[in-house]
């Protein structure tokens, strides 16, 4: 059974898919097949191109809708007033779902004032299309200016984390104000497979790196992780991580991975605000 963490009142499972670059009729069969598998919280994004074949698979599946967690986001240039409404309604039309789990800001985007966003995002919560509401791709700083201006509880951020980038003034900041982070990129496009530390760790608990990568990840208690994969076989490895436990010099020896330039992810729009 995948545990849940809470953000900010709001329980999560632990793991679930990520479905970026997962699109037409191999991204719903990947889809089906997570959820098959066991899956039951799937991430997609307006942007993402693919929200009617999650929603098609989510339909096909005949899982109870209660028994599913769905993320899907606002892209950059649709969080103004009036525009995240209508962009939350037609991702929700694509989905063929009365509401997302959590809807959130994609990226902050510097043209469009940060209250201005919050609040419309507060109102898509309020209008019922949302159980939740939270950003993603914000930096510490701008993390906590949100949660100071949002008229709705930020549930969590996410955000590109794995052995190579920890995220931890994000982290700070998440932990301070009972947020989750959602972590994405988990296994640093598998690099993780190739790393001397994480590989030793691994034949140390007959486990695989990638599940390595991910157990240090959910056992921070307020991480989310979200590997992506078209793959039964890693399907089912990726959700197979909650049996054992790594050990605090593990954990210690993980940590010890990150570095400045850790960053996998080429982002399609980066935001001005720096840490």
Known sequence: MVPTVDANGLAIPAI?????????????????????????????AEIYGNEREVGAAIAASGIARDELFVTTKAWHDHIGAGDMQRAAEESLERLGLAHADLYLIHWPNPDIPLGQSLEALADVKARG??????????????????IRLSPAPIALNQVEMHPYLSQSAVMDV????????????????NTVAEDPVVVAIAEAHGRTPA?????WLIQKGNVIAIPKSSHRERLVENLNVVDFTLTADEVTAIDGLSRDDGRIVDPDFAPSWDD
Do not use: K, M
């Open 16 to 44: 679930g898919l990520g479905t970026w670059r997962l699109s037409g009729a191999d991204g719903q069969r990947a889809v089906e097949t997570a959820l098959e598998v066991g899956y039951r919280h799937i991430d997609t």
């Open 129 to 146: 299309l949302a159980r939740a509401v939270g950003v993603s791709n914000f930096p510490a700083l701008l993390l906590e200016e949100a």
């Open 174 to 189: 998440a932990r301070r104000n009972g947020l989750a982070v959602t972590a994405y990129c988990p296994i640093a496009r």
């Open 211 to 215: 599940q390595v990568a991910l157990r």
